[in-house]
């Protein structure tokens, strides 16, 4: 049998580890956690510290710990950690004999060779740092492998098509996307761009500055001063960033985080994924400015990507699907974790470099999105069969989303929440899974917040709750087989009547009732339904709505217009996408009239 050979991924903020076992990547853990934080310290007692540890004591003691080495690799200077200096290859080689020796205690045996992943934009210098730094970890790297490959690997390590993938790599200190191509086996970087100061650390310190000077202005006092309080609020708002990933709110609780007159004060503060998301909008934008470069150096359109992939674990806030998903014009994919996946694409190509088969990384989803009827806007006007997802279409199962609506009329005291499944943004063209009420509400205006959550596990059971904010009020139901999917004849129908909605005009009299589209969905007349929910009000909301479908429209008609009008047609796409992740709701008006007309004129043609 060959020798072993590790994959790892030696990461700014974080690394891992991991072996082919039974054809399948296996990330190797240590108390139950795959990840190992890229810090190296020294303890009061001189003893070396590498992971938590280290990390744990960066913030009050960093004279003893060093963070991020990985940006200064290939550089011909020194960093201090105690009163030693080293190379940037010596504290890398102390984290991958970290990750070396929590392999070899798993496995019961000695290995000395590796397979290491780099960004695609590090250059030779940066590689051969690298590979010294295995060396002196006592491992033979056998391959410097890219990310990006290493990260298509894990979705379809043996296609044979011409494949590109467009890889978004957010991970905690750096951030980069590359474009690759594959085929029969051979992945090629077509290009890369990134921003090696902008990651997850961003978001926390921007959630941090937002958290203290909230508390400032309450208590007049900078919780960013003492060194003690400064740690404990960024644990807690790294933490609060987690939650917000899954959850529309999130609660801070620190309790006698300072002293004022004598008297505790303590950290009690709500925060929403709403704000937050204004908070890293801005950075957001430097990604998607990149990626726009990437695709450019690679002259390519977004039509021409056939898959996008997230990468590193900042890319779990929602903010980034949605802002790739307007961009690009497709959904991106995290089925496989993306806090792991580099590692385990490496341990795939050391894999392929030993001679051995590997299958794909099977992992549980959900295989269509799951989510509640609400009233919204279409075209300028209500819509009251908006279909608002929770949780999304390719979400890693077990899983757990919530989302915010708000009640429409004052004094509301009860709500309808029905459930379905599908992906198109109008319900009657989805599957209806149930539905359930809530009464009892609080009489209050028009607004009252709402919380539903959908909680789905590896058996299919479906737990949705809602759950009044003010009052904790709550109610819920459980669907057995939220997991089945439609059948040959659900699509046929569905497909039949979402072509019928958009293209043929509603005769000037209505439907007669047996030619109404819709009319087997009587069960759904809001006439007869007790009042429902809006989606939580935002800006921009019915501009979005209606660009959405427009650009729906307009994907249809790609395929069958001439060469010559498909060019402009994917100028206009593109148009309203960028004005869509840029927020820039007059733009967006304007590339939507523009984009309509056009449409207009391809459609009389």
């Keep these: ?24 990547p296996h990330v190797f853990e240590e108390d139950g ?98 590979r010294e730094a295995g060396e002196l970890a006592g491992l033979e790297v056998v391959r410097i492998l890219n990310e990006p490959t290493a990260a298509s690997l894990t979705y379809d390590p043996k296609n044979t098509e011409l494949h590109r993938i467009l890889v ?26 990134g921003d090696t100061q902008l990651g997850g650390d961003d978001f926390d310190e921007l959630l941090f500055k937002h958290v203290v000077l909230k508390f400032q202005a309450e208590h007049n006092i900078d919780l960013g001063v003492n060194a003690i309080s400064r740690a404990r609020v960024l644990l807690a708002v790294e933490a609060a ?74 890319t779990r806030t929602p903010l980034v699907s949605e802002m790739l998903e307007h961009r690009l014009g497709q959904p ?31 992992v549980d989803i959900t295989p269509h999105s799951l989510g509640i009827k609400c009233l919204s806007y ?10 608002a997802p929770i949780l999304r279409r390719n979400t890693p199962l077990p899983a757990s989303r919530s989302e915010a609506f708000s009640t429409v009329s004052d004094g509301q005291d009860a709500v309808d929440i029905e459930i379905f499944q599908g992906e198109n943004d109008d319900v009657r063209f989805n599957h209806r899974l149930g539905k359930f009420l809530i009464n009892g509400l609080a009489n209050v205006p028009a607004g009252n917040l709402l ?28 669907i057995e087989n939220a997991l089945a999917r439609f059948d040959d004849a659900e699509i046929s129908q569905a497909r039949e009547r979402l072509d019928r909605l958009w293209g043929e005009a509603v005769p000037a009299g209505g439907f007669a009732d047996d030619d109404d589209p819709f009319n087997e969905a009587s069960e759904l007349d809001v006439a007869n339904e007790v009042p429902e929910l809006v989606d939580a009000p935002r800006e921009g909301q019915r501009e979005s709505v209606l660009a959405k479908a427009l650009v729906e429209k307009a994907e249809r008609l790609l395929a069958k217009v001439a060469p010559e009008d498909r060019v402009e047609l994917e100028r206009l796409l593109g148009s309203v996408r960028n004005a869509m992740t840029d927020r820039q709701w007059e733009k967006v008006t304007a590339s939507c009239n523009e984009l309509s007309d056009t449409l207009f004129y391809l459609e009389d043609a």
């Design 451 to 478: 919380v539903v959550q959908c909680d789905l596990n590896l058996d299919g059971m479906l737990k949705v709750t809602a759950k009044e904010k003010a009052t904790g009020l709550q109610k819920n139901v459980t």
């Design 1 to 24: 049998m060959s020798d072993i050979i590790l994959g790892i991924d030696l990461g700014t903020t974080n690394s891992e580890v991991a072996i082919i076992r039974d054809s399948i």
């Design 332 to 362: 991106a994919h995290q089925e496989v974790n993306p806090d792991l996946c580099v590692a385990m694409g490496a341990s795939i190509q050391a894999a392929i470099i030993n001679g051995e088969d590997v299958g794909a990384v099977l």
């Design 378 to 387: 279409r075209n300028g006007i209500e819509n009251p069969f908006r279909f």
């Design 241 to 314: 960033k987690r939650q917000l990933s899954f959850h529309a709110f999130v609660r801070l609780e620190e309790e006698f985080i300072a002293e004022k007159e004598g008297q505790a004060l303590h950290l009690q503060m709500e925060l929403t994924r709403s704000e937050y998301e204004d908070l890293i909008r801005p950075l957001m934008q430097r990604t998607m400015d990149c990626a726009q470069r990437a695709l450019e150096d690679a002259k390519l359109t977004p039509n021409q990507i056939n898959k996008v992939v997230l990468v590193g674990g900042s």
């Design 168 to 193: 978004y790599d957010l991970g905690g200190g750096t951030f980069d996307v590359s474009v690759v191509q594959a085929q029969d086996g051979v992945i090629e970087v077509l290009s890369s761009h």
């Design 33 to 130: 956690d795959p990840i190992l934080p890229s810090f190296v310290g020294l303890a009061d007692d001189g003893k070396l510290l590498v992971g938590k540890a280290a990390r744990n004591q960066w913030i009050v003691a960093p004279e003893r710990t060093v963070k991020s080495i990985k940006r200064k690799m290939g550089q011909n200077i020194k960093v201090k950690l105690g009163d030693q200096e080293y190379r940037p290859q010596e504290i890398s080689a102390m984290i991958l004999r970290a990750l070396k020796t929590r392999a070899e205690t798993q496995l019961g045996k000695a290995i000395s060779k590796a397979v290491i992943t780099v960004p695609a934009y590090f250059n030779d210098d940066q590689r051969n740092a690298t």
